[in-house]
């Protein structure tokens, strides 16, 4: 069934599909038509889930934590300065290997305030032992909503998610989304089936204290487990071509007019629909550039971009991310891996529109970049 | 090891004998003791016991915090360094 509607409505009707018993929640612009939306299906009597209504970020996250502890589907979404409210527990979840699934629509940090669209707040919790995937268009949030819970509740993985949309710019966006299904969404998502749970009549210990002689241990493991759901990143995509009819490049990265090109930047989220008209109008010209659409941040996918790389003479990465004192976070991945010139660009913080004009400029410039380097594209 | 150090079988605590962290070792006086039970109520090892009419301390728990003695009214307790 096709329907116009947002990026917020179509994360909700993703996790109404995905039938979790708990969400929590807390508003904070631009993500709260999320919760929202989802709030009106519960009281239209449409979805089951419990909704709890807290007083902060930090309480909001721990709502979901302790629900998924005790072996339920739970869901949250939330946004910048929210994200970092929920800094600490962050970490508590990813450590415990629960598999609870957020949204995020970017926005930018204070200060100064702003409330428009950057990637800084989900990059800020780079470290933090989520999975991050970062969407397009209203229709990718939604399929990548019901992606997220199948990677990160498989029993070698058990690793949370968060499906990060950029505020406003596709949180807000309506277009015509393509709604699976509830006996499709089932067929691909099989019931949450947990593998440690809080049971009175089986007691275990969640979150114990670990001595530095098991501290490190625990830390690989739960890296080793992020980094093996790559493959069934891939999987999960494909599997859901099969089943629902779409997919999303390999669901690692998706190239475009990559085979063939010299040149290429790398991005994530609703820039890269700017870039493909520029990929285009350049292609129109005779001149061979390429998108790399980078929608797996963590765990980052080292091996396939290296071979993306590969046939390429220069690369630009554009980061809505800066990391103040060094570089944006996708040029640091970036240039540890590639052999050929990689060009930083900072654009897009705090809401600034980055258009064609100045995807121009970047193609026109990696043109002849001989070297890596890096500037900020006001 | 499991994800996320998940401990499934209960007791653990018992095992990590907690003693071992001690540095004062809380001595108890039976001839001042009144056996009001104080020691009993404030230990927040919960390591003292009330046993065959002595208040005794379980030192495989009792991680030396002092409180017994700083709390006890008869002042029966004293705390000696453990390498004593």
């Not at chain 1, 990548?144 to 199948?150: E, F, G, L, R, S």
């Not at chain 1, 275990?204 to 670990?210: E, N, V």
């Not at chain 1, 991945?333 to 705090?350: N, Q, R, T, W, Y």
């Amino acid at each position: 069934m096709k329907k116009i509607i947002s990026a917020s409505e179509a994360i909700a009707l993703g996790v109404k599909l995905c039938n979790p018993k708990v969400v929590s929640i807390y508003p904070i612009t631009p993500q709260t038509m999320i919760p929202e939306r989802i709030a009106d299906f519960v009281y239209d009597g449409e979805f089951d889930a419990e909704l709890v209504n807290v007083e902060s970020e930090h309480s909001a996250l721990s709502v979901c934590l302790g629900a998924q502890a005790t072996g339920v589907r739970t869901f949250i979404a939330t946004a910048s300065q929210g994200l970092e409210l929920m800094h600490e527990i962050l970490f508590v979840v990813s450590g415990m290997r629960l598999p609870v699934v957020m949204a995020i629509a970017n926005r930018a940090l204070s200060a100064p305030i702003s409330i428009w669209n950057d990637h800084q707040d989900s990059i800020s919790a780079r470290d933090s032992g989520w999975m991050q995937f970062y969407v397009e268009t209203p229709q990718e949030a939604l399929d990548t909503v019901i992606m997220a819970y199948k990677i990160a509740e498989d029993h070698k993985i058990l690793t949370p998610a968060m499906v990060c949309l950029d505020g406003y710019t596709l949180s807000h966006v309506y277009e015509p989304v393509d709604i699976p299904s509830q006996k499709q969404v089932d067929s691909f998502l099989p019931k949450y089936t947990p593998k440690y749970k809080l049971d009175p009549k089986k007691p275990l210990t969640m979150g114990p204290i670990a001595p530095p002689n098991i501290y490190m241990e625990i830390k690989k493991e739960q890296h080793a487990a992020m980094n093996s759901a790559l493959p069934l990143i891939k999987k999960a995509n494909s599997d859901f071509k099969k089943i629902i009819g779409r997919k999303y490049g390999d669901g690692l990265i998706e190239g475009y007019k990559t085979k063939d090109a010299d040149f290429a930047i790398i991005a994530m989220g609703t820039i890269c629909g700017t870039i493909r008209t520029v990929v285009d109008e350049f292609r129109k010209k005779g001149k061979s550039v390429g998108l790399i659409k980078l929608k797996t941040f963590r765990p980052f996918p080292e091996e396939r971009l290296k071979k993306e790389l590969d046939n390429l003479k220069g690369v630009a990465v554009i980061d809505r991310d800066i990391s103040v004192g060094q570089e944006g976070a996708v040029f640091t991945e970036v240039k540890s891996i590639a052999d050929i010139p990689v060009h930083s660009f900072i654009a897009g913080l705090g809401g600034r529109d980055v258009r064609p004009k100045h995807i121009r400029t970047i193609f026109k410039k990696i043109e002849w970049a001989k070297k890596t380097k890096k500037e900020w594209l006001l | 090891m499991k994800e996320g150090a998940v401990i499934d079988k209960p007791g653990s605590s018992i095992r990590n004998k907690t003693g071992g962290w001690r540095a004062m070792r809380p001595i108890i006086d039976q001839k001042k003791c009144i056996k009001c039970g104080t020691c009993w109520l404030q230990c927040p090892a919960v390591a003292i016991y009330l046993k065959k009419g002595k208040i005794t301390v379980d030192y495989d728990y009792c991680k030396g915090c002092g409180i017994c003695a700083y709390e006890c009214p008869a002042k029966a307790i004293k705390m000696i360094k453990e390498e004593k």
